[in-house]
Structures are given as structure tokens and as C-alpha cells.
């Protein structure tokens, strides 16, 4: 199986299994397509473009996402002082609850995960895909 594969499956298991435990946890407007902008390291005090390249997605796209969460009570989008038409997304109460409620599951995941490979193999899994995260190739 190709690495792409290797790769996107489980982020996908991952992303199902976020919205989900969202979802029952009492943050159920939350759909599959906010994950683009509420993955690590979130959208806290970054701007729209960033967060467009940080998902590979248009500019357009990104601020539909950013409008939905708006509108949903989760971000903020405000002026940056100073710098014209700049914009800057923030996170509101109840989308920094969802923000933690999102690293409580995935620390149950690598839990999870730990015990189904042993301890010694998911940090070896860790700390080859450090080395990917922080690899040019994946610049």
C-alpha cells in the first residue's frame, strides 16, 4: 500500500472519530469539513490565508468554513489593528471548549493506539513521524 494511503486513512478514522465524540459531547452542529480549520495548532489568532494554505484549501472555501463556525458561536473573526483590511480568527468560549474537548480525545486515541501496537512501537510510529512533520519534503 502507498504511503499517501498509509497516511490518510487513519487521519480520516481520527477526524470521524473527533466529530463524533464532539457531536454526543454536546458540540453537535460540528461536521467533518470543520476539521479543516479546527486541526493542530487551530485557528486562534491566525489569519484566514494561513489557515487556506494550512488545509490546501481556497481562500473562499476557508472563509465559508470560518463563516459556519461564526455563525455557530465556535470563532471570531476581528480587525487587526493597524494593518488595513487584515482580519485575525479567534476562538470564543465555546470554541475553546470544543479546542480542549478535541485534544482530551486524542490523547485518549494515542492511548488507544499505544496499547493496539505496545508502547515501543507507537513511540517508534511518534517519533518517524516527527521526522516527517518536520521534513522539507512535506513543505
Known sequence: MLIGALLRV???AIH???I???NAAGFDELRLPHMAVLNFPGPD???PGTLAER???SKQAINQLLGSLEGLGYIVRSDVPDEGSARVVHFTKRGRAAYSKIHDILRDVEREWSAELGPKR???LK???SLVWESPLIR
Do not use: D, T
Open 10 to 12: 487513519p487521519a480520516q
Open 122 to 124: 507507537f513511540a517508534q
Open 127 to 129: 517519533e518517524l513521524l
Open 16 to 18: 470521524r472519530r473527533l
Open 55 to 57: 488545509a490546501g484549501m
Open 45 to 47: 489568532g491566525v489569519r
Open 20 to 22: 463524533k465524540e464532539l
